[in-house]
């Protein structure tokens, strides 16, 4: 047990690190945008987008109410396919072309895959938590 411990703290520190490295790379990408209206409308939206994954995963850790806890993990799905949204807009409407944007696109779809799996396995304990309560109660 106490591996299998070790293993959700890795894979829950690597998902922070994994967000806050996505969020990092797209502001270094969207710096070097050439300064127009169209870039810069873009360019906002995905840096949003993609620096909220990472703040909204980090706090959806600390949420103060029930609501939030429901809340955040949502907040973090949909802020991740925001920002596959806007790299698709990017790239086939041909604003940009540079390597990194297949990485990255590919990169938010594997961060969407750990958090689901976490999700997953949080709500199997959650779940479990609330049957052992009731059975308690009973």
Not at 4 to 21: A, H
Request: aromatic residues 8%.
């Amino acid at each position: 047990q106490v591996a299998g411990d070790k293993l959700q703290l890795n894979e829950k520190d690597q998902l922070k690190n994994r967000t806050k490295k996505f969020a990092v790379d797209v502001i270094k990408i969207i710096k070097n945008f050439p300064k127009n209206h169209i870039y810069k409308s873009l360019g906002n939206q995905l840096l949003r987008s993609a620096t909220s994954v990472s703040a909204d995963y980090r706090t959806a850790k600390k949420t103060r109410s029930t609501a939030e806890f429901i809340a955040k993990p949502g907040i973090v799905a949909e802020e991740i396919d925001e920002s596959k949204h806007w790299f698709e807009l990017l790239a086939e409407s041909a604003l940009i072309i540079e390597s990194s944007v297949p990485v990255l696109y590919k990169e938010a779809d594997e961060i969407a895959a750990m958090y689901t799996n976490q999700l997953k396995q949080q709500n199997a304990i959650a779940i479990n938590f609330k049957s052992s309560v009731i059975q308690r109660l009973m």
